[in-house]
Every structure is written in C-alpha cells, then in structure tokens.
C-alpha cells in the first residue's frame, strides 16, 4: 500500500477520474528520523524481552516487512545473534471480505519460522482502526500459539474503532478523518519519508 489502508480506494478513484483528491500538507518524518526511531524501537524491544533470544519478528505485507527486516538488523548488532524475521499476509482476513466463502487455507510455515512459543513482534508501518490489526492476529494465531504477541507500529494516528493498541509506537500523529499518513519506505518506495497528506472534494 502506498497510503494507509482506508485511503486505496480514494487513489484508485483520482487515477480514474484525472482530478487530484490529495493534497500533501507537510512532511511528518525524514529518512534520518525513521532510522533513529527503528533504532530506538530496538533497543525498547531487547529492554522488554530481557534480551533477542527468544524474540521473532513479523512484518504485515507490505510495508511491515521491511520494517521487521530493518528492526530485526538493528537487534542482530545489538545482541550480537540473529533474529528471525517473517512476514504475515493478511488479504484473506481482512473483516470487509466476503464471509460467505471457506475459510482460508493456512500454508505451514508461510511465515517464515515457527512462532509456536515464542515472543512474537508484529510489525505495522500505521495503526488506524485496529481492523487490519485484528486481522493479523487472526491470521498469525492459525500458524501456532505464540508465547507473546506484542505491536509495533511507526505511527498512531489514531481512530480506533477496536480495543487495540501499540506497545512499540514510533511517533503518534493526532489526524482528522481527513487526513492520511503516507509512509514510503526505500525498500517499496525508493525512498523513506512519512507525509501527511489531505482529502480534497
């Protein structure tokens, strides 16, 4: 995803009608303030957990992913050991999907590592409704029974339509339903930047 997850329909219409629908009204993080924040997240994350030895980190696709592979780099040098890193995909899950159909099919191992027993970070590039959130605990619960479930998210910008919340934030942003977080990363974007862009009618 490009914008945050309630705002792909809002592209999806501006490409079709050829009239602009956003507008950017200002930037909210630099590339060098998101890798002083991944690094500060780490080391919260190895405080928490009394270490890296028993942690796995899990990125939602997309923008989780790299988020997960960066933070989980970061915890390597500090710990001087690996930590594994997985991704989770959720598009079968999500709650405006159809009900009516089989449930989906679980792949073993489609994380990337068993996560049965372990401290588990999920990893979320912005919390909004909770709903996606929701999703993944679902979807992450149906590859095994983890010891712990934390969330770590780069921004919080609030509206939560769920009792769910961060442990790991990286920065909250109050926003108006107006508004939407745009968060690029180099690894899917080209570039790493946070924005805060607007609706326009």
């Not at 920065?171 to 924005?195: H, M, N, Y």
Request: aromatic share 2%; no cysteine.
């Amino acid at each position: 995803m490009i914008l945050s997850k309630m705002s792909e329909t809002g592209l999806q219409q501006a490409s079709e009608t050829g009239t602009p629908q956003i507008r950017e009204k200002g930037r909210l993080m630099s590339a060098s303030e998101i890798d002083r924040t991944l690094v500060r997240l780490a080391h919260q994350i190895v405080e928490k957990h009394n270490g890296g030895g028993n942690l796995g980190l899990v990125g939602i696709k997309r923008r989780g992913v790299p988020l997960a592979e960066r933070i989980g780099k970061i915890i390597e040098t500090i710990e001087k050991q690996p930590v594994e890193v997985g991704s989770l995909d959720i598009q079968f899950y999500r709650d405006d999907l159809s009900t009516s159909g089989p449930r989906p099919t679980v792949t073993p191992g489609a994380i990337g590592f068993d996560i049965a027993d372990r401290d588990i970070i999920l990893l979320d590039d912005v919390l909004y409704t909770g709903r996606t959130i929701r999703a993944a605990l679902d979807a992450l619960f149906d590859h095994g029974r983890p010891r712990s479930v934390r969330l770590l998210v780069l921004i919080d910008r609030g509206h939560r339509e769920l009792p769910i919340e961060a442990q790991f934030v990286g920065r909250v942003v109050p926003t108006s339903s107006r508004e939407i977080i745009e968060v690029k990363l180099s690894e899917v974007d080209g570039a790493d930047q946070v924005l805060l862009v607007e609706r326009v009618d």
